[in-house]
C-alpha cells in the first residue's frame, strides 16, 4: 500500500508564499509524474502542475511565472512552492503520484492521491 501525506497549508495574506509538500511512503519501486491539483469550494478539480521523474514540467496557466514545481526523487517528495498568491488561489490543494508499487500479485501502477491540504488566501 502506498500513501501520500501532504503538509503546508495555512491562511496567508494576498502577495504572500506558501511551499507545499507531499511525502509518499509504502511499498514503492517507483514513481512517474507526481503533481498537484486544486478544488475551490463549488468547483471542479483542477490540474495545478506535474512534474515528470526526469524533471520536465508543466503548469497551469493560471500559476504560470508564481508557482514551482519541484521534486526529490531520493525521498520521494514534492513540492509546490506558491509566490504571489492570489484570493482566487484559496482552494483545497490534492498531491498525485504515478506509482508502480510491491504488491502480493507483484508490481502494480496506480494513481494515488493525499488527503488534500488547505490553503486560503482572503480578498
Known amino acids: 500500500q502506498v500513501q501520500l501525506v501532504e503538509s503546508g497549508g495555512g491562511l496567508v495574506q494576498p502577495g504572500g508564499s506558501l511551499r507545499l509538500s507531499c511525502a509518499a511512503s509504502?511499498?514503492?519501486?517507483?514513481?512517474?509524474?507526481m503533481g498537484w491539483y486544486r478544488q475551490a469550494p463549488g468547483k471542479l478539480r483542477e490540474l495545478v502542475a506535474l512534474?515528470?521523474?526526469?524533471?520536465?514540467?508543466h503548469y497551469a496557466d493560471s500559476v504560470k511565472g508564481r508557482f514551482t514545481i519541484s521534486r526529490d526523487n531520493a525521498k520521494n517528495m514534492v513540492y509546490l512552492q506558491m509566490n504571489s498568491l492570489k484570493p482566487e488561489d484559496t482552494a483545497v490543494y490534492y498531491c498525485?503520484?504515478?506509482?508502480?508499487?510491491?504488491?502480493?500479485?507483484?508490481?502494480?501502477?496506480?494513481?494515488?492521491w493525499g488527503q488534500g491540504t488547505q490553503v486560503t488566501v482572503p480578498s
Open positions: 498525485t503520484a504515478d506509482v508502480v508499487a510491491d504488491s502480493d500479485y507483484g508490481l502494480q501502477e496506480h494513481d494515488y
Open positions: 509504502g511499498s514503492i519501486f517507483s514513481i512517474n509524474d
Open positions: 512534474i515528470t521523474s526526469g524533471g520536465r514540467t
